[in-house]
């Protein structure tokens, strides 16, 4: 080798040391650039945090149950998409794992029993009226399992026989205790040709209990019940009853805990038999699901309830929902707005209390807080009727369907809902 050729040898050798030294330092100020900032990403790990379902998703109360999961499912998937339930360093998705519990007290203590012990589940959503919900606490109090019901009788929250409270146990729908007296008052003032009430519910543990409110309320208020009798779930024909109802001339139609199918049934074979008065129902049940039923001019006169999703007073998170909702269902069912306001009041609850197991101190939270959720100010309340601040508290908006839309007769506020009833009525 010649002097000159080992000379260039030299050369680049010291050439590619020097570059491969700012190489290497310039990958070595990256990664230790990606480590600094690595912390603040790896505190960040995801988790799995199972909610229950328990609802009648067959059989004769199935067109509330299902429409009741859907909106479980929309909301959830909102959840999760904005980094699920956040505890310290942990973000956990939350999976829903649905039981069909056939609208039964036994189908929803065995669907319980599987959510409880198998799924280890330590919240879930249901159940829909009195029977199930009972059926459903069976496994659930004793287990320190948190529900969330739907149901109407205040047995669901308070115990008949020393009037405490039923242990991580919540009310996500005002019940008639809450709105019988606002929906009443506000027909008085809208409607002061109404006299003659007949009262027309299913024969349920929920049924039982709003009616019997009903039939105390609308005496003291200055009307005549010229009606008082139950029917079973599921009826597949109303006309002989109707004959008995449409005999006493009533101006309105009263129905509590009512199934949505029997109630359009009821709305659509009175109308066909010539009766030309009102109906009312302590729920928001007006909508697409009703319409299918009973037909838009059938409904016409239906008074019930509304949620801020519509209209002049919308709320933007909730027309969110409502247009998610439809997007995933194909149809509406305004009754469902309440549900994702208590899911995330329940998300909150969950991160303040900094744990996904302690539901003591879950129960706590969510009895004494109050929530921002959704563009409203929300709280659980109720404690001087149930022992505990355990139904979700709203306002409300009375509201009367007219040339199928709802149009607001009046107001219901959480005040007012939760407010002691007159001595001996309820």
């Not at 998170?317 to 305004?334: C, I, M, N, Q």
Request: hydrophobic share 40%; aromatic share 10%.
């Amino acid at each position: 080798m010649t002097t000159e050729c080992y000379k260039e040898i030299t050369r680049t050798r010291r050439k590619m040391k020097k570059n491969f030294a700012i190489w290497l330092t310039i990958v070595l100020v990256v990664t230790l650039s990606i480590v600094a900032c690595a912390p603040a990403a790896q505190e960040v790990s995801s988790k799995t945090l199972k909610w229950g379902v328990c609802l009648p998703l067959t059989g004769v109360n199935a067109g509330y149950g299902v429409p009741t999961l859907a909106a479980i499912q929309v909301e959830v998937a909102k959840i999760n998409s904005e980094g699920g339930v956040k505890i310290g360093g942990v973000n956990y998705q939350i999976e829903v794992i649905a039981e069909d519990n056939g609208f039964t007290s036994d189908g929803a203590k065995t669907a319980g029993e599987k959510l409880v012990f198998r799924d280890k589940v330590k919240f879930i959503w249901g159940g829909t009226e009195s029977n199930d919900t009972l059926g459903l606490q069976l496994v659930t109090v004793p287990n320190k399992v948190m529900t969330f019901n739907t149901a109407w009788a205040d047995t669901v929250l308070r115990d008949p026989a020393t009037k405490q409270a039923i242990p991580y146990s919540f009310k996500v729908l005002q019940a008639p205790h809450e709105t019988l007296r606002g929906v009443w008052g506000s027909i008085q003032k809208a409607y002061p040709e109404i006299h003659r009430v007949a009262l027309f519910t299913p024969n349920t543990l929920s049924g039982h209990y709003g009616q019997e409110l009903s039939a105390k309320l609308a005496p003291y208020l200055g009307y005549e019940v010229v009606y008082n009798d139950y029917f079973e779930f599921g009826t597949p024909d109303f006309t002989s009853y109707l004959s008995k109802i449409l005999a006493t001339n009533p101006d309105i139609i009263h129905g509590s805990a009512t199934g949505l199918a029997d109630w359009g049934s009821i709305i659509k074979q009175s109308r066909e038999m010539g009766y030309q008065g009102y109906f009312m129902y302590e729920l928001a049940l007006g909508g697409d699901l009703l319409f299918s039923v009973a037909t838009k001019e059938a409904a016409e006169g239906f008074i019930g309830l509304d949620f801020p999703w519509h209209g002049p007073n919308t709320v933007p998170e909730l027309k969110d929902f409502r247009d998610k909702y439809v997007a995933a269902a194909g149809f509406w069912f305004p009754e469902l707005c309440n549900l994702p306001i208590a899911a995330e009041c329940l998300v909150q609850a969950i991160q303040t209390a900094g744990s996904i197991d302690d539901t003591d101190k879950i129960t706590q939270i969510l009895e004494t807080s109050t929530f921002n959720v959704m563009g409203q100010s929300v709280q659980f309340a109720g404690k001087e009727y149930y022992g505990a601040n355990r139904v979700l508290a709203v306002p409300l908006t009375v509201a009367v369907i007219k040339g199928g839309e709802l149009v607001p007769i009046g107001a219901i506020s959480v005040a007012e809902q939760v407010s002691p009833w007159p001595p001996g009525l309820d």
